[in-house]
């Protein structure tokens, strides 16, 4: 079994920042990437930001230059940094990562439980 659990969310005002964490647990051989998504009321879940096992990243456009995803791959730990917070980024963020439990196995999605991100004054 894996387990992905979440934590960090909460209630921000807009320019203000979050860190997100999301640590895996269980029966893991190895981690390719891993990203952030996210899920507005009514919207599709998009992709926010990844993180490659090499530590490659890339964003969605639109947070692009407030947001930072890092990874500790001792701690199956990933991080997301959110700064100069708007309305807009409010959703229910999701953590994802690719990976192996054993050797040999193929990779497979797991998904983190979900945390409210909210922004307003």
């Known amino acids: 079994q894996v387990q992905l659990v979440e934590s960090g969310g909460g209630l921000v005002q807009p320019g203000g920042s979050l860190r997100l964490s999301c640590a895996a647990s269980?029966?893991?051989?190895?981690?390719?990437?891993i990203g952030w998504y996210r899920q507005a009321p009514g919207k599709q879940r998009e992709l926010v930001a990844a993180?490659?096992?090499?530590?490659?990243?890339n964003y969605a456009d639109s947070v692009k230059g407030r947001f930072t995803i890092s990874r500790d791959n001792a701690k199956n730990t990933v991080y997301l940094q959110m700064n100069s917070l708007k309305p807009e980024d409010t959703a229910v963020y999701y953590c994802?990562?690719?990976?192996?439990?054993?050797?040999?196995?193929?990779?497979?999605?797991?998904w983190g439980q979900g945390t409210q991100v909210t922004v307003s004054s």
């Open positions: 994802n990562f690719r990976l192996r439990r054993y050797y040999g196995s193929y990779e497979y999605d797991y």
């Open positions: 269980g029966s893991i051989f190895s981690i390719n990437a």
């Open positions: 993180i490659t096992s090499g530590g490659s990243t």
